[in-house]
């Protein structure tokens, strides 16, 4: 097959437009980034010949392979490990598949200074591209393992790749880059430099369980025996070595291995299990939330190896789906080399295990919650939506989750409150603890149901993520007190009130019993029941749901998940002390013909759902409605 040329995907075109002029002042990574890859080609190659032993393969001498040439200035990265086939190439090298990289790229774009760029590049982590760096050309050679063919790839970075066909490559991968022009300033950057090689691989790729290898510098005095190559990396698993022989730069750098992450972790978790069934385990909680966390193809961190030997990525029966985010090793000394996903799923011991490593991150958690509050908040604030799904499906731990969340709350317009302080400030005689939930903060503060708990000066907790309307609902309470929306059910926070005595509220039901009835009656397809409120200091009217009842929020989300819920009723409230309500109840007693009230009936109606951010049923109308009031008040 003759040389064919291929144009990069627009988002790898622009990426790579991104390495060539790239800012990014630590250029040394690519090496991590390569030998990564090479990493975890040979991982897959022995998991690939352990299930099928025919496959053609050699895999008596995995490893990784650096060679320079000084004279033509390339650096080779090599490994005997899966390789790729022709479409493979096409399709790993020439795309990005990762769906955050949209995103990601629109920010960068957005990042006008160069502290910015710089800042989201490092949070991103861009691979195989990231040669770009340091090369002004790149070219891989692979073969895929089990086939006789290989692929050779090459690009200048520019916009196009070539891709031909060749007979006799070894197996594995071959990675080789021309090195950009040495920079007499810059001696630092001089990757033909065997000594700069080896301090890059002790440094970033030590842990790396194959091994990593270079051969000398050759003989000075020009004789052609070849030096033996040597090992540049200890391959010591840093989960089984003792905390002290190990450094926070050492596990930080695992984790940017295994996690795809070129920033430190927030927090690294250590954790030994002794007795029948051992097993340790390293795991991370990163500092950032990736941009795909709630797609339906992220991709959960947790690598399961037996002994040290590695066996699948993205483990999910090892934690549990609301703590996907953690990354991390799990070696486990009594499993098969065999094991399979199915096989996890209903093992007990690892039942056992998922139990413990999701007490210990939550443990962790609320350490770092008491020891370093800015670091919790941080976590809190990339993670916290995530952990609260956990309220929902994970009712052991819910006391433990519930324990380390915090909210926004009226208390304070920035800081967020834990559970534990909000009950420390309830006011005398509040038992419950109030919440209401919305889109944004500014909504809710400005919805008509805050209006008497803003009078009164009560807390009520700000829940803005789509997942508090589940489980606040289905929480129920905090350690003896009840969490109440305050837009559900009757709020009577008038009983506590001694300026409105009982004698006063028996009157004025008295006064507007004929009222509420009647407008029960005109707006009974949407209404169940027209009442006075208590909630109300500002606005004339607002609705709420009963107290048993799906939120409109809750209601939509169910559908959108495909579930069939019928339309609550709402309950209309009234607030008696409006002028609007009380000439409305006036004219309602003086008038015979009252279809005008009708009207304005339906528009309170109308008005109190767009107060809490709803839309009147048939919106046209409403603004016609409305439209011939105005005209009228002219
Ligand atoms: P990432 O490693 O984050 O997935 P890369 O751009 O570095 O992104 O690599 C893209 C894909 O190309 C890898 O996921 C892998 O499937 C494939 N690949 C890269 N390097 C190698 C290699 N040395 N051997 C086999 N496959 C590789």
């Given at each position: 097959m003759p040389t064919e040329t291929f144009e990069f995907q627009v988002e790898a075109r622009q990426l790579l437009q991104l390495m060539i002029h790239?800012?990014?002042?630590?250029?040394?990574?690519f090496l991590r980034e390569l030998v990564s890859n090479a990493s975890d080609a040979l991982d897959k190659l022995r998991l690939e010949k352990l299930w099928d032993d025919s496959l053609d393969a050699d895999v008596s001498d995995l490893h990784i392979q650096i060679d320079i040439d000084k004279d033509a200035r390339t650096l080779t990265v090599r490994d005997n490990g899966i390789g790729m086939s022709y479409d493979e190439v096409g399709q790993l090298i020439g795309?990005?598949?990762?769906?955050g990289t949209a995103k990601f790229l629109r920010e960068l774009r957005e990042a006008q200074d160069k502290a910015g760029e710089e800042g989201l590049i490092g949070q991103f982590g861009v691979g195989f591209y990231s040669g770009f760096m340091v090369a002004d050309e790149m070219t891989l050679l692979t073969r895929r393992a089990g086939e006789s063919q290989g692929t050779r790839w090459s690009s200048r970075g520019e916009g196009t790749y070539t891709l031909e066909t060749v007979d006799d490559a070894p197996q594995g991968t071959s990675v080789t880059l021309h090195l950009k022009p040495a920079d007499p300033e810059n001696q630092l950057h001089d990757y033909t430099s065997p000594w700069k090689i080896k301090e890059i691989i002790k440094r970033?790729?030590?842990?790396?369980?194959?091994p990593i290898r270079m051969v000398p510098e050759g003989p000075a005095d020009g004789s052609d025996e070849a030096p033996a190559p040597e090992t540049l990396?200890?391959?010591?698993?840093l989960w089984a070595r003792s905390r002290d022989e190990v450094s926070d730069d050492e596990y930080h750098e695992l984790y940017k291995h295994i996690g795809h992450d070129w920033r430190d972790p927030l927090e690294t978790i250590r954790l030994q299990a002794e007795g029948t069934f051992e097993y340790q385990a390293l795991l991370f909680l990163p500092a950032h939330a990736p941009h795909d966390l709630f797609t339906r193809d992220f991709r959960r961190g947790v690598q399961l190896y037996v002994k040290r030997v590695f066996i699948m990525d993205d483990c999910e029966a090892l934690l549990p789906p609301y703590l996907r985010f953690v990354k991390g090793v799990v070696d486990a000394a009594d499993l098969s080399l065999n094991v399979s996903r199915e096989i996890l799923q209903q093992d007990r011991h690892i039942e056992m295990m998922r139990r413990r490593l999701t007490k210990k991150v939550l443990s962790t958690v609320k350490e770092m919650m008491t020891k370093d509050r800015e670091r919790y908040d941080t976590f809190w604030r990339e993670f916290g939506t995530v952990l609260k799904e956990g309220l929902v499906t994970d009712t052991e731990n819910r006391d433990a989750i519930l324990a380390v969340a915090s909210f926004a709350s009226t208390?304070?317009?920035?800081e967020p409150t834990t559970l534990k302080s909000y009950a420390e400030r309830m006011q005398d005689g509040q038992e419950d603890i109030y919440y209401l939930t919305g889109e944004s903060r500014q909504s809710i503060e400005n919805s008509p149901h805050m209006e008497a708990f803003r009078e009164r000066g009560i807390e009520v907790l700000l829940l803005t993520d789509p997942v508090d309307e589940v489980w606040a609902d289905a929480v129920g309470e905090y350690e003896g007190k009840k969490l109440r929306?305050?837009?559900?059910?009757?709020?009577?926070?008038?009983?506590?009130?001694?300026?409105?005595?009982d004698a006063e509220r028996e009157k004025q039901t008295e006064e507007y019993a004929g009222l509420l009835g009647w407008m029960k009656e005109q707006l009974d397809e949407d209404i169940k029941e027209v009442r006075l409120s208590s909630r109300l200091t500002v606005s004339p009217a607002c609705v709420v749901s009963d107290a048993h009842d799906l939120t409109p929020a809750l209601e939509n989300m169910y559908r959108a998940m495909g579930q069939e819920v019928p339309r609550a009723k709402r309950i209309l409230e009234l607030n008696p002390h409006h002028q609007l309500v009380k000439g409305l109840n006036q004219a309602y007693k003086e008038r015979e013909d009252r279809s005008e009230l009708a009207e304005t009936a339906e528009l309170l109606h109308g008005l109190a759902v767009l107060a809490e951010g709803g839309q009147p049923k048939e919106p046209a109308r409403f603004v016609k409605l409305m439209a011939d009031r105005l005209e009228r008040a002219l």
């Amino acid at each position: 097959m003759p040389t064919e040329t291929f144009e990069f995907q627009v988002e790898a075109r622009q990426l790579l437009q991104l390495m060539i002029h790239s800012v990014y002042s630590n250029k040394d990574v690519f090496l991590r980034e390569l030998v990564s890859n090479a990493s975890d080609a040979l991982d897959k190659l022995r998991l690939e010949k352990l299930w099928d032993d025919s496959l053609d393969a050699d895999v008596s001498d995995l490893h990784i392979q650096i060679d320079i040439d000084k004279d033509a200035r390339t650096l080779t990265v090599r490994d005997n490990g899966i390789g790729m086939s022709y479409d493979e190439v096409g399709q790993l090298i020439g795309t990005i598949a990762n769906s955050g990289t949209a995103k990601f790229l629109r920010e960068l774009r957005e990042a006008q200074d160069k502290a910015g760029e710089e800042g989201l590049i490092g949070q991103f982590g861009v691979g195989f591209y990231s040669g770009f760096m340091v090369a002004d050309e790149m070219t891989l050679l692979t073969r895929r393992a089990g086939e006789s063919q290989g692929t050779r790839w090459s690009s200048r970075g520019e916009g196009t790749y070539t891709l031909e066909t060749v007979d006799d490559a070894p197996q594995g991968t071959s990675v080789t880059l021309h090195l950009k022009p040495a920079d007499p300033e810059n001696q630092l950057h001089d990757y033909t430099s065997p000594w700069k090689i080896k301090e890059i691989i002790k440094r970033y790729s030590d842990f790396i369980t194959w091994p990593i290898r270079m051969v000398p510098e050759g003989p000075a005095d020009g004789s052609d025996e070849a030096p033996a190559p040597e090992t540049l990396n200890s391959m010591k698993a840093l989960w089984a070595r003792s905390r002290d022989e190990v450094s926070d730069d050492e596990y930080h750098e695992l984790y940017k291995h295994i996690g795809h992450d070129w920033r430190d972790p927030l927090e690294t978790i250590r954790l030994q299990a002794e007795g029948t069934f051992e097993y340790q385990a390293l795991l991370f909680l990163p500092a950032h939330a990736p941009h795909d966390l709630f797609t339906r193809d992220f991709r959960r961190g947790v690598q399961l190896y037996v002994k040290r030997v590695f066996i699948m990525d993205d483990c999910e029966a090892l934690l549990p789906p609301y703590l996907r985010f953690v990354k991390g090793v799990v070696d486990a000394a009594d499993l098969s080399l065999n094991v399979s996903r199915e096989i996890l799923q209903q093992d007990r011991h690892i039942e056992m295990m998922r139990r413990r490593l999701t007490k210990k991150v939550l443990s962790t958690v609320k350490e770092m919650m008491t020891k370093d509050r800015e670091r919790y908040d941080t976590f809190w604030r990339e993670f916290g939506t995530v952990l609260k799904e956990g309220l929902v499906t994970d009712t052991e731990n819910r006391d433990a989750i519930l324990a380390v969340a915090s909210f926004a709350s009226t208390h304070h317009e920035s800081e967020p409150t834990t559970l534990k302080s909000y009950a420390e400030r309830m006011q005398d005689g509040q038992e419950d603890i109030y919440y209401l939930t919305g889109e944004s903060r500014q909504s809710i503060e400005n919805s008509p149901h805050m209006e008497a708990f803003r009078e009164r000066g009560i807390e009520v907790l700000l829940l803005t993520d789509p997942v508090d309307e589940v489980w606040a609902d289905a929480v129920g309470e905090y350690e003896g007190k009840k969490l109440r929306s305050v837009a559900k059910g009757q709020i009577d926070l008038d009983a506590k009130d001694e300026d409105t005595p009982d004698a006063e509220r028996e009157k004025q039901t008295e006064e507007y019993a004929g009222l509420l009835g009647w407008m029960k009656e005109q707006l009974d397809e949407d209404i169940k029941e027209v009442r006075l409120s208590s909630r109300l200091t500002v606005s004339p009217a607002c609705v709420v749901s009963d107290a048993h009842d799906l939120t409109p929020a809750l209601e939509n989300m169910y559908r959108a998940m495909g579930q069939e819920v019928p339309r609550a009723k709402r309950i209309l409230e009234l607030n008696p002390h409006h002028q609007l309500v009380k000439g409305l109840n006036q004219a309602y007693k003086e008038r015979e013909d009252r279809s005008e009230l009708a009207e304005t009936a339906e528009l309170l109606h109308g008005l109190a759902v767009l107060a809490e951010g709803g839309q009147p049923k048939e919106p046209a109308r409403f603004v016609k409605l409305m439209a011939d009031r105005l005209e009228r008040a002219l």
